[in-house]
Nanobody, 115 residues
């Protein structure tokens, strides 16, 4: 069955960096776009970034443009989110998702940006 497992979250100071990973299995990874979402306490889940199946095109929320980079390794069936210059408002649980309309999500990884 489809499995998505995020890792790499943690506590980081403002201005710091983290790299999230989402290891996948149960489907042909190279055939699907992938995306990262986040949900902060009391807020709706929002799209952070997405990448096409072969990685030729990416899309970002305005709030993270220039700071976050989504990438993928189709040989490892893994999608990444490199987060630089982190801000307190980036604090959230981060989820990876199969595509942008399929109901397959990881369990989430907590990112906390605080001094």
């Amino acid at each position: 069955q489809v499995q998505l497992v995020e890792s790499g979250g943690g506590l980081v100071q403002p201005g710091g960096s983290l790299r999230l990973s989402c290891a996948t299995s149960g489907f042909t990874f190279s055939n699907f776009a992938m995306s990262w979402y986040r949900q902060a306490p009391g807020k709706e889940r929002e799209l952070v970034a997405s990448i096409t199946s072969v990685g030729l095109s990416t899309n970002y929320a305005n709030s993270v443009k220039g700071r976050f980079t989504i990438s993928r390794d189709n040989a490892k069936s893994t999608v990444y989110l490199q987060m630089n210059n982190l801000k307190p408002e980036d604090t959230a649980v981060y989820y990876c998702r199969l595509g942008a309309s399929y109901d397959y999500w990881g369990q989430g990884t907590q990112v906390t940006v605080s001094s």
